[in-house]
């Protein structure tokens, strides 16, 4: 587990940052591949904060929400290890066997991630994904696109991870797809936003410094957010 200081550190040097910026920040360098990405962000994870991660799907069906925790460390060791697929190194052109009007195709990589940052809408990513990706022009039949797309996740494993949930209420079964990059900046911005908090709280209350209030211990920095009123 971190120190406060630590992840302080951390959050500053990525807060304000997207795309390929705060990859390097949290990551401590660019992946190579998409499966190195989910690697290096579990991994950085469960350093930081432990290995259980507690996440939330909602059902699309009736909105129930859906909890469940992930093990990051598990996630890691069940992820590809460097430099054992194509992505990592080989930008190769493939081809998709039986349909004779399909493009040359070669694997995404995280630079393709960066360049389509703010497309949030998931089909619209997909097609400008799988535009940047192929050789000439998006093909127009959707079969031959979502084919392409499953030959893809093929040859890349690792690339994507997708939880099975199920609802509680109505049932209903579906895929949650996950991005642990966004997972891992989203509790390393709330530790350091309840981090920022409690250290402004005591200063005002007994003028100390950050770094004297960071290097207290959480059970005699919870004593004086008490005394500070918090």
Do not use: K
């Not at 940052?117 to 022009?137: I, S």
């Not at 979502?146 to 690792?158: F, S, T, V």
């Not at 609802?167 to 797809?177: F, I, L, Q, V, Y």
Request: glycine content about 8%; charged content about 25%; proline content about 7%.
């Amino acid at each position: 587990m971190a120190h406060d200081a630590q992840l302080l550190a951390l959050w500053e040097a990525a807060v304000g940052a997207r795309g390929a910026p705060r990859d390097r920040a949290l990551l401590g360098g660019l992946p190579r591949s998409l499966a190195e990405r989910n690697r290096l962000a579990l991994q950085r994870y469960a350093d930081l904060f432990g290995t259980d991660a507690e996440l939330i799907g909602r059902c699309a069906q009736c909105g129930t929400a859906v909890e469940f925790t992930i093990d990051a460390r598990h996630c890691v060791a069940a992820l590809p290890a460097p430099g054992t697929h194509a992505a990592d190194d080989d930008p190769q052109w493939h081809t998709l066997d039986g349909h004779d009007d399909a493009p040359r195709f070669r694997l995404p990589t995280p630079e393709d991630l960066y360049a389509l940052e703010g497309v949030d809408e998931p089909e619209a990513f997909a097609d400008a994904l799988l535009a940047r990706c192929v050789e000439g022009n998006l093909p127009a039949a959707a079969e031959t696109r979502e084919a392409i797309g499953a030959r893809m996740q093929a040859l890349m494993p690792g690339a994507t991870l997708d939880f099975s949930l199920q609802c509680p209420d109505c049932r209903h079964a579906w895929e949650a797809p996950l991005d642990p990059v966004e997972l891992l900046w989203r509790v390393l911005r709330a530790r350091a936003e309840r981090l920022l908090s409690d250290v402004a709280l005591i200063a005002q209350r007994f003028g100390w410094c950050e770094r004297d209030i960071l290097a207290l211990g959480p059970v005699r920095r919870a004593a004086y957010l008490q005394l500070a009123g918090g």
